[in-house]
Nanobody, 118 residues
Framework: QVQLVESGGGLVQPGGSLRLSCAAS????????MRWYRQAPEKQRELVAA???????TYADSVKGRFTISRDNAKNTVYLQMNSLKPEDTAVYYC????????????WGQGTQVTVSS
């Protein structure tokens, strides 16, 4: 397992940008899959973006072209760059580390609030 701490959330106007960070308690080099999820009030948690050990990325259709996931193994940190933010992006964003079927690993951070409002 690994401890994850998200940061970087806050209040931003529509069209603005935020960069979320997910700091891990140990090296993430060997972790196959790092993911960002989000959950809005009274909605199911949804996958936003994912990145593999080999830096392959996937995105939810709703954020394609606006969000970018990346990992910095030297800093044990995963990022989510969020541009052109919309009110519907408002949610608690969670970082997830998963073994991808190669290891028994599934860890979650506590979440960071993102609010997009004018």
């Amino acid at each position: 397992q690994v401890q994850l701490v998200e940061s970087g959330g806050g209040l931003v106007q529509p069209g603005g940008s935020l960069r979320l960070s997910c700091a891990a308690s140990r090296s993430i080099f060997s972790i196959y899959l790092m993911r960002w999820y989000r959950q809005a009030p009274e909605k199911q948690r949804e996958l936003v973006a994912a990145i593999t050990r080999g830096d392959s990325t996937t995105y939810a259709d709703s954020v394609k072209g606006r969000f970018t996931i990346s990992r910095d193994n030297a800093k044990n940190t995963v990022y989510l760059q969020m541009n052109s933010l919309k009110p519907e992006d408002t949610a608690v964003y969670y970082c997830n580390a998963n073994g991808g079927g190669f290891a028994r690993l599934d860890s979650w951070g506590q979440g960071t609030q993102v609010t997009v409002s004018s």
